[in-house]
C-alpha cells in the first residue's frame, strides 16, 4: 500500500514570497489534516478535511495560509506571503474516517526555509 | 489552553537499560492519549494509543504505557531498549468534546548507545 506522499520534499523562498505544497493521501482516506512543525516542537494541527468539506481550520493563520481539498483527494496547502516564521516542516496525513480513533499515517513533510 | 508537557528533551541509555519518557497534559476532562515515534529518515508513526479500559497500553516494539487519570500522566516504559529504538519519541492529547483538536508535546529525542 502507498503511503502518503508529499512535494516538493524541501522548499527555500524569501520572505513576501508564496509557496504551494502538494498531499497525496493513502487511497481511500477519507480524512486528511495539515501540520505545522517548527523545529523543536511538535506537530501543530492547521486543518482538517473530510473528503472536501474542512472539519476544523480553527488554527490555520487565513490571513496567510489556505488549503483546499477540491476533488476530495489530493490536497494543496498555500503561504502566500511567506513570514520568516513560517519556517517549519509542513506535515500531511491521512486516516480512514474522521475521529481521533482512526490511526493518522503521516507523509514525510516539506521543509520550508524563509530567508 | 490545554498542553502537553514532556519533559525530557534529550535521553540518553545504553542498550538493556530500562527507558520511562515522562508526559502530562493539562485537562480535567476525557482525553484520548497517544505516543508516535519518528525513527532517523523515517516517517511519524504511531506508537500506541488509549482510548477507554486499561490504563495500562501495549504498543509495538515492545513499548507500554500507563494512564494514570490522578497524575494526568501518560508515561512511555519499555524495559529493555535496543539501539534501534534510537528515534524522537511524541506524546500526544485529544481533549474528547473540547475543540476535538489534538496538542503534541515537543518530543524526547532518545539515544541508544551501543
Known amino acids: 500500500e502507498a503511503g502518503v506522499a508529499q512535494s516538493p520534499r524541501y522548499k527555500i523562498i524569501e520572505k513576501r514570497q508564496s509557496v504551494a505544497f502538494w498531499c497525496n493521501p493513502i487511497s481511500g482516506h477519507a480524512t486528511l489534516y495539515w501540520y505545522q512543525q517548527i523545529l523543536g516542537q511538535g506537530p501543530k494541527l492547521l486543518i482538517q478535511f473530510q473528503n472536501n468539506g474542512v472539519v476544523d481550520d480553527s488554527q490555520l493563520p487565513k490571513d496567510r495560509f489556505s488549503a483546499e481539498r477540491l476533488k476530495g483527494v489530493d490536497s494543496t496547502l498555500k503561504i502566500q506571503p511567506a513570514k520568516l516564521e513560517d519556517s517549519a516542516v509542513y506535515l500531511c496525513?491521512?486516516?480512514?474516517?474522521?475521529?481521533?480513533?482512526?490511526?493518522?499515517?503521516f507523509g514525510p513533510g516539506t521543509r520550508l526555509t524563509v530567508l | 489552553a490545554q498542553s502537553v508537557s514532556q519533559h525530557n528533551h534529550h535521553v540518553i541509555l545504553s542498550e538493556a537499560a530500562s527507558l520511562e519518557l515522562g508526559c502530562n497534559y493539562s485537562y480535567g476532562g476525557t482525553v484520548n492519549l497517544f505516543w508516535y515515534v519518528q525513527y532517523p529518515g523515517q516517517h511519524l508513526q504511531l506508537l500506541l494509543k488509549?482510548?477507554?479500559?486499561?490504563?495500562l497500553v501495549k504498543g509495538i516494539k515492545g513499548f507500554e504505557a500507563e494512564f494514570i487519570k490522578s497524575k494526568f500522566s501518560f508515561n512511555l516504559r519499555k524495559p529493555s531498549v535496543q539501539w534501534s529504538d534510537t528515534a524522537e519519541y511524541f506524546c500526544?492529547?485529544?481533549?474528547?468534546?473540547?475543540?476535538?483538536?489534538?496538542?503534541f508535546g515537543k518530543g524526547t529525542r532518545l539515544h541508544i548507545l551501543p
Open positions: 500526544a492529547v485529544n481533549p474528547v468534546n473540547r475543540d476535538d483538536k489534538i496538542i
Open positions: 496525513a491521512s486516516s480512514l474516517e474522521v475521529g481521533w480513533d482512526n490511526e493518522q499515517f
Open positions: 488509549y482510548f477507554s479500559g486499561d490504563p
